[in-house]
Antibody, heavy 112, light 110 residues
């Protein structure tokens, strides 16, 4: 079982990024897949989830700017990050929380 | 948005027992909050210790247990080891809103 993340990097304020979370050993469409982030030196923040039925939920801090989705054929979950601000700088983790299957994390840096 | 509260720091002696708690600004923590506990060591990815109050992924050592204690969720560590030194986070779910993490408890084994 493995979760491999990709897609982080540096972006200017107002910019966009897409994070990917590719799973092996389990099927993402049968799980609740969650995105959590951690700003430098700070605690964990729950930001989004996609349920096995495809329903999606967001924290208010990202609602309307971030979009979670999945591609069942690729067994991959995505997080589209738009209108990024300085306080979106964080390590972003993808996980099936109750499975204890976590990605390695990907750093998103928003800086001018 | 609800606020989830944890002790900022706790210290336990090797071999000792310690209980970390997780409270909610909305009132008593119940099974409907589906409490989770996570362990994170410096520079590492978090790991899920406990889900739905007291259920454990296969890796969780038996010395960790979850419960509801009074009006809070609780994580009890019995027989602490130096390797248990870490930051511990709880997560509570809220009907009609998004789940919220607590601020974390830094556990020192000393």
């Amino acid at each position: 079982v493995q979760v491999v993340q990709s897609g982080g990097g540096s972006v200017q304020p107002g910019g966009s990024l897409r994070l990917a979370c590719a799973a092996s050993g389990f099927t993402v469409s049968s799980k609740y897949m969650t995105w959590v982030r951690q700003a430098p030196g700070k605690g964990l923040e729950w930001i989004s989830v996609i349920h096995n039925d495809g329903s999606t939920y967001y924290a208010d801090s990202v609602k309307g700017r971030f979009t979670i989705s999945r591609d069942n054929s690729k067994n991959t979950v995505y997080l589209q990050l738009n209108r990024l601000g300085l306080d979106d700088t964080a390590v972003y983790y993808c996980a099936c929380l109750y499975c204890d299957n976590w990605g390695q994390g990907t750093l998103v840096t928003v800086s001018s | 948005q609800a606020v989830v509260t944890q002790e900022p720091s706790l210290t336990v002696s090797p071999g000792g027992t310690v209980t970390l708690t997780c409270g909610s600004s909305t009132g008593a923590v119940t099974s409907g909050h589906y409490p989770y506990w996570f362990q994170q060591k410096p520079g590492q990815v978090p790991r899920t210790l406990i889900f739905d109050i007291s259920n454990k992924p296969s890796w969780t050592p038996a010395r960790f247990s979850g419960s509801l204690l009074g009006d809070k969720a609780a994580l009890t560590l019995s027989g602490a080891r130096p390797d248990d030194e870490a930051e511990y986070y709880c997560l509570l779910s809220y009907s009609g809103a998004w789940p919220v993490f607590g601020g974390g408890t830094k556990l020192t084994v000393l």
